[in-house]
């Protein structure tokens, strides 16, 4: 997923900037006119972070009404608007967009203890900021809150691609954008013992994503993507220039070599040879 961590770091990137705005008013114009530009083409490469990144842009015009931040956000929309209405005439007849409330769960018990499970402590830290933001009215608090709990609400109401799990990449967003958000939360906390509950909320939430990332590893290490047959035919087929011979056609068209539809060999079934996928 190069391109979604792509994506999430030019979204702290913008955030930042327009925090500075959003506080100082004196960012440069050029600054501003290259993430305009950065947000406009990112639909050709990202579109969950086009749709995160222009949130980003709507909350921090609608929280400080200035100029400095219409202008580029409108050039940012006219420049992504062909390719979206590109990608919507292309993908619209594919059922791409539906209406599904709840997201991987098939019940509202269900679907509170998803959240529960999976955000664990994080859930009522980030209740908690945004209860402080939304009662003194932090500007700087709600410029990411605003477009992280839009995204929210729309990954549980709509599926964005054909598999429903795709929609994880829009929690990850609205997550990296929520961070920041929590800590400071956890810094305003001034009771006796705070600092100690604060390091301990952290090494909680550090163990838990270093189990998942070792989860990853683990089936990154144990899951055969080609077998050394396959390898071979690859190399065969490279040192032939690209000439496949009826063999070679069998043996991928094989049963043991053609995995269901959708399933990740099936995209990198054919990646033994640059030649094999030219042809």
Request: no cysteine; charged share 15%; proline share 5%.
């Amino acid at each position: 997923q190069k391109h979604l961590l792509l994506a999430a770091a030019f979204l702290v990137v913008l955030i930042v900037v327009l925090l500075q705005v959003l506080r100082t008013r004196q960012t440069p114009v050029r600054t501003l006119l290259l993430l305009s530009i950065a947000t406009g083409v990112l639909p050709l490469f990202h579109m969950h972070g086009f749709l995160a990144a222009g949130l980003v842009w709507l909350a921090a015009f609608l929280l400080t009404r200035s100029r400095r931040v219409f202008w580029p956000g409108a050039l940012a929309l006219v420049l992504a608007l062909p390719t979206i209405l590109w990608q919507a005439r292309l993908f619209g007849r594919q059922g791409f967009l539906s209406f599904a409330p709840g997201w991987m769960a098939d019940s509202i018990v269900g679907w509170v203890a998803l959240w529960v499970i999976n955000l664990g402590v994080f859930l009522p830290l980030v209740v908690m900021a945004a209860h402080r933001a939304i009662r003194e009215k932090e500007r700087s608090a709600l410029i990411v809150l605003l477009p992280a709990g839009t995204l929210f609400v729309l990954a549980n109401l709509i599926q964005f691609q054909p598999y429903r799990w795709d929609n994880f990449k829009l929690f990850f967003l609205a997550w990296v954008a929520l961070l920041p958000f929590v800590v400071a939360e956890m810094s305003h906390w001034r009771f006796v013992g705070a600092r100690v509950l604060t390091w301990g909320l952290v090494l909680v939430m550090s163990l838990t994503t270093l189990a998942d990332l070792a989860t990853h590893l683990q089936f990154r290490a144990t899951y055969a993507v080609s077998t050394s047959a396959d390898r071979a035919i690859g190399r065969r087929l490279d040192a032939d220039g690209g000439r496949v011979t009826a063999d070679d056609a069998l043996r991928r068209t094989a049963p043991q070599h053609t995995p269901p539809t959708g399933s990740p060999q099936m995209a990198t079934g054919l990646a033994g040879s640059s030649a094999l996928i030219a042809g």
